[in-house]
Every structure is written in C-alpha cells, then in structure tokens.
C-alpha cells in the first residue's frame, strides 16, 4: 500500500484510480471522491447510506467490489474490528 494519498480537492480521482490500473466509472469516481475527501474511517454500509442519500445512488455490490478492488490495490486499507465488522481507512 502506498503510504498516502494527496486529500484536496486539487486531487485528480480518475489519474489516482488510473495509475492502479483500474477502470474509471462513475460508480467508482463516486465512491473515490467519497472516501477521499478527508482521512477517515468508513464501514460499507455507512458508505452505502452517504450515497443512498446522494444524487449518484450506487448498488450495495457495487460499493462492496470497489471497496474491496480498492484495498486490493493499495489505495484504502481494510481495518477488521472484533473479526466481524470492516472498516475502511483513507
């Protein structure tokens, strides 16, 4: 995993994403511009609400592969809690 990631507003999410080598779709600028608009920790369900409750609604796989593709390449880390909940860190 990378050790940080620039979170402005000046950060280009489709380069961020494309320099990991994956695909760009809305659905994932959406949840990248989400996650990376502060450091925070978020679980995918707290996600899915944030964006339930946006006007860019994406489904509950949709948001549970591109968190895991994400932590797959490095730029989010999974943080496992009690070995049952998942939290995601920015």
């Known amino acids: 995993m990378k050790d940080s990631f620039p979170l402005s507003e000046d950060v280009d999410l489709s380069r961020l994403l494309g320099d990991v080598g994956i695909t760009i779709t809305s659905q994932r600028l959406h949840i990248a511009k989400m996650l990376f608009e502060k450091e925070q920790h978020l679980s ?28 797959e390449r490095g730029l989010i880390r999974e943080v496992v809690i009690d070995g049952m909940r998942i939290f995601y860190d920015t």
Do not use: C, D, H, R
């Open 44 to 71: 995918a369900e707290q996600i899915l609400v944030k964006l339930s409750e946006s006007e860019s609604p994406v489904s509950k796989a949709t948001v549970y592969n591109t968190l895991g593709l994400f932590a």
